[in-house]
């Protein structure tokens, strides 16, 4: 008899929260009071009580549902984990807080609640068939995430917690990888994709141009003023390098730079008028903040994916009136006569070569470290070299060289072995979407692979000067366009397209 009582309680009692909380979703009365009750609570306990503990409550809470959020509609999940890369510096600066807060760990996270909701998905594990695990680019993945896996008996390394970090981040970027080939499932939501892509880092150019046009913001200022180390890396030669909301220059520039290439090249191919003039709107913006990072990187990577795109579209007309105009406009950047323009003098500086006195210490450390890297083959040990080996390995010999590449950290860290991975998975993403380049018919397909082409490789020579392909939010769209090149070229066959 009580036992029957208690499951009608406990039926009653499911039944009345399924109405309130998921049919009618909070807008009942009790819904709206209780939610009353809660924000005056929140108030009270922020005024008059603990503060941090305010914010932890209401920390706590927004996890939970970006929890349910990413696990019920991965999707939503998917996207979120990018527009989250860009506010990961915000706590710290806003707070000017002297401890590092470990928001990086954010987007780890939710690729991860994100995986769950899609492996949970009959609708997304259909995408995953022989073709996704039997293709070059996702076999290499696989043979890089081995190799990072045999890295932890590697016996020149001391630590292991930096060896977890490291090999974390990489499944987190296989991870993002296997979602994008799930969720870019037809050419709508490759289109959707790029469009996102492009205005969230449009957003974020736009950012770094007001910081320079109208100044930072208060908070920015004090931020920056705080610490002297990032004084010297911010403000060089009387120019203050813009970083929007980004960590440093170095990265802003990087993903204004690419971005800069991607919009250019759909500029370039676009037949309407209107959407040819926005593009090149939208490059002009990038370009602007490419040039305010104060990164030579960029201006590299900007040169480099045009000239990848000039080589790639030779037998176009355009291409050789565009490649015309390009070179008369670098050669008036440096031949004009402006020289108390930092911004202009810092793009100019890229093109000093050896004269460089940065690039001269570069040349000295790689020297340094060849004799090592010769006598260690698969080197010595991830996360051993410049700052991070100071954090993870103190003492080791490479932890006294910046590697100031990421070519040459993955040299001095993973030996020749890992370099030649590396640099043959570079050449299988370039091989598979130059081969799908040309087979395809549709021109927007076609913009869409030279688009991205360009752009990847702009990220590839990156590497030569700075650990590119690796920072956020760029390493998400790197892999985003590696699964790109996978499905795109489906939908080129009137058939396929018929049948999604």
Request: net charge positive; charged share 15%; with cysteine.
């Amino acid at each position: 008899m009580a036992r029957n009582v208690l499951n009608k309680t406990s039926a009653s009692i499911t039944s009345w929260l399924h109405y309130h909380f998921l049919d009618r979703k909070m807008t009942t009365t009790l819904g709206i009071a209780l939610l009353g009750f809660i924000a005056v609570g929140m108030s009270y306990l922020t005024v008059l009580g603990n503060t941090t503990l305010a914010i932890g409550i209401v920390a706590g809470v927004a996890g939970i549902l970006i929890f349910l959020l990413c696990i019920v509609y991965p999707k939503v999940g998917y996207y979120l984990t990018f527009i989250t890369t860009l506010f990961m510096m915000l706590p710290g600066r806003l707070t000017n807080s002297a401890t590092q807060i470990p928001t990086g760990l954010i987007p780890e996270y939710l690729s991860y609640l994100t995986l769950l909701g899609v492996i949970t998905r009959q609708e997304y594990q259909k995408e995953i068939t022989s073709k996704f695990w039997s293709h070059t680019i996702t076999i290499w993945i696989m043979v890089s995430l081995f190799y990072f896996l045999l890295q932890v008996v590697n016996p020149a390394m001391n630590s292991k917690l930096g060896w977890f970090n490291f090999f974390r981040k990489q499944v987190s970027f296989a991870a993002f990888f296997y979602m994008s080939y799930c969720f870019l499932n037809t050419r709508k939501a490759i289109e959707f994709f790029m469009k996102f892509w492009v205005y969230l880092s449009l957003f974020e150019s736009i950012y770094a141009v007001k910081q320079q046009w109208f100044g930072l913001f208060g908070w920015e200022h004090a931020w920056l003023m705080a610490d002297p180390e990032r004084v010297g890396l911010f403000i060089n030669a009387g120019m203050v390098r813009r970083f929007g909301l980004l960590s440093d220059p170095a990265a802003a520039g990087i993903l204004y730079a690419s971005s800069t290439v991607l919009v250019l090249v759909m500029a370039l191919q676009e037949k309407n008028v209107r959407k040819r003039l926005w593009y090149y709107v939208m490059a002009l913006i990038h370009f602007l903040a490419t040039s305010y990072t104060g990164t030579r990187t960029a201006t590299v990577m900007v040169m480099a994916g045009v000239a990848f795109y000039c080589v790639l579209t030779l037998y176009e007309k355009r291409t050789l009136i565009f490649s015309g105009v390009f070179i008369f406009s670098i050669v008036a950047l440096l031949v004009a006569p402006i020289y108390n323009n930092p911004v202009i003098n810092r793009l100019r500086s890229t093109f000093e070569g050896s004269k460089d006195p940065s690039n001269m210490v570069r040349d000295i450390n790689r020297e340094i470290a060849q004799p090592y890297v010769w006598a260690h083959p698969i080197g010595g040990g991830v996360n051993t070299a410049g700052l991070v080996g100071k954090m993870y390995n103190p003492g080791h010999y490479l932890s006294f060289i910046p590697p100031d590449s990421a070519y040459m950290q993955t040299m001095m860290e993973q030996g020749p072995i890992g370099l030649a991975l590396m640099m043959i998975f570079y050449f299988v993403i370039l091989r598979t979407g130059i081969r799908y380049f040309y087979r395809t018919r549709d021109p927007d397909i076609r913009t869409c692979y030279a688009a991205n082409l360009a752009s990847i490789f702009s990220l590839m020579m990156a590497q030569y000067s700075q650990m590119a392909i690796g920072q956020y939010p760029s390493v998400l769209y790197f892999y985003g366009a590696l699964a790109i090149f996978l499905k795109l070229h489906l939908y080129d066959s009137p058939k396929a397209e018929a049948k999604k």
